[in-house]
């Protein structure tokens, strides 16, 4: 059953009104480093139940007038066509898709930077491509030391050797790909280039998580530790904040272990460093847009199993990265959940153990629980995709929606002639077929028109699914694990 769990109007009323006041305590400027996911920041909203995935942007907008976006992408990520694991696509391509998306919700994208440049090639065609786009580029270079030696890199031979970025309005987003692409580096170049030309500005990082206001072991922040396991990333109790205020509240290890490094640098450009701690530095406010905080603890519970699952199964088929399995066994011992947390699970498993083939089952909005069975016409993500489309529009799960004259004649194809060696009907053949059903058949079209209401739902499989079909449920939003195992022993798995 869903449960709102986050004020989501609340936050971005909250967060842009916070952000303009650091603007002011900087006499009107700032760089606010932007970590995390802009566009579909799917992880906070499903940990925070009631947060839009757009929420960022959305927050942004309302600041458009005051506000411009700089791209930063690391020249070594440019080279070694580094890519994004999520989209599958190239940093270097994402910052196109980024600067597209950007502009098509009318937030100005002013300039590009190239971090770490240091003669490659691919980073030189890069930028003429984005020039002859009418692009601005600079270019920031490496430092040696970096960033131990504060004395070179506060110093004209150090960020004073970087491209000046021309910059027009208060706010400057400066965000990037992925992680490691020299986005605070940038920040604090700026700073340096600012104060040396006697402008006033600030620096400030925007994280989503983890969250500082909650505890260190609240689920929600152990969620954060689950989704970042594989870059050992840890939350851990902000010290500088406590010896400067007295107050207890969150960071993550990363930014403790380099904020003595950042205040140096800040002291040695702007004389005196503006923040005592990591957490002074942030400007998140979800942390108190949380409307029921029971909501949020059981639906980032529920994140921590579902990344159990994902690494499960990655372990299942590279045979690597057991240790993040193993941590990730740790954590939902923290919050104090297992495997069977999900009932989708147990339910998937009864039906397999009946029907002596891979199963699935799902919960659906309203907390029913809805399975499906292999079939000789249809796989078991295409049978429950069925009998969950069934079950939010209230249609009988014994129905035969679509006939057998419509999918037998797809089976023939897919073996015949394409020579698949799996003739059953895929997810997103299944719902093809019954797309083509819906237009003579009213109950057909229901369920197509009910396809949206399985957004946000859990599913889980008895086997790992095909690509094709965990693609197609996580186009329709549904939340997808799987047993880590083969429906048949052999090597190669397609």
């Known amino acids: ?108 994208v002013g300039s590009v930077v190239i971090t770490r440049y240091a003669g490659q090639a691919a980073a030189d065609q890069f930028k003429t491509k984005l020039e002859h786009l009418g692009l601005p580029v600079y270019l920031h270079y490496p430092i040696p030391g970096y960033p131990a030696n504060v004395p070179l890199i506060v110093s004209d031979e150090g960020y004073g050797k970087n491209e000046y970025i021309e910059t027009t309005r208060p706010l400057v987003i400066v965000t990037a790909p992925g992680p490691g692409s020299g986005k605070m580096a940038t920040c604090l170049s700026q700073l340096y280039h600012e104060h040396k030309r006697g402008i006033k500005a600030g620096y400030a990082k925007f994280e989503t998580f983890p969250i500082w206001n909650l505890p260190l072991k609240h689920p929600v922040n152990v969620a954060y530790e689950a989704a970042t396991v594989d870059l050992d990333d840890a939350n851990a109790i902000d010290p500088f904040h406590l010896e400067a205020y007295g107050v207890t509240t969150v960071n993550y290890n990363r930014d403790i272990e380099i904020f003595p490094v950042l205040k140096s640098m800040l002291e040695g450009i702007l004389g005196e460093s503006p923040y005592q701690s990591p957490t002074d530095m942030g400007v998140n406010m979800a942390g108190l847009a949380i409307c029921d905080d029971d909501a949020c603890r059981d639906a980032a519970k529920m994140e921590i199993v579902r990344r159990y699952f994902t690494a499960a199964v990655d372990q299942r088929r590279t045979g690597t990265h057991l240790d993040q399995v193993q941590r990730l066994e740790l954590l939902m011992n923290q919050v104090g959940v297992d495997a069977n947390f999900s009932p989708a699970r147990k339910a998937a498993l009864l039906k397999e153990e009946a029907t002596g083939a891979p199963a699935g089952a799902m919960v659906l909005p309203d907390g029913r629980v809805v399975t499906g069975k292999t079939s000789n016409l249809l796989g078991a993500a295409s049978s429950l995709l069925m009998n969950a489309l069934k079950g939010v529009s209230g249609v009988d799960e014994d129905l035969f929606v679509i006939s057998d004259e419509v999918i037998e004649p797809i089976c023939k194809l897919k073996k015949n002639t394409l020579h698949a060696n799996n003739p059953r009907l895929h997810s997103d053949e299944t719902l093809l077929a019954l797309s083509v059903s819906s237009a003579t058949d009213p109950v057909a079209k229901e369920l197509i028109d009910h396809a949206g209401d399985l957004h946000g739902c859990d599913a889980f499989f008895s086997v790992i699914i095909s690509e094709t079909d965990e693609r197609l449920y996580r186009t329709l939003g549904i939340n997808v694990c799987c047993e880590p195992k083969y429906e048949k022993r052999r090597f190669f798995h397609k």
């Open 1 to 108: 059953m869903f449960k709102k769990g986050f004020d989501n109007d609340m936050y971005l009323k909250m967060q842009s009104e916070h952000i303009l006041e650091r603007i002011g305590q900087f006499g009107g400027k700032l760089y606010l480093e932007f970590g995390g996911k802009l566009f579909d920041d799917y992880h906070a909203s499903r940990v925070l139940p009631g947060f839009e995935p757009d929420s960022k942007v959305r927050m942004l907008q309302t600041m458009a007038d005051k506000a411009e976006i700089v791209v930063v992408i690391g020249a070594e990520d440019i080279e070694k066509n580094k890519v994004r694991g999520d989209l599958g696509i190239t940093y270097d391509a994402d910052v196109l898709r980024l600067i597209d998306a950007f502009r098509s919700i009318n937030l100005y």
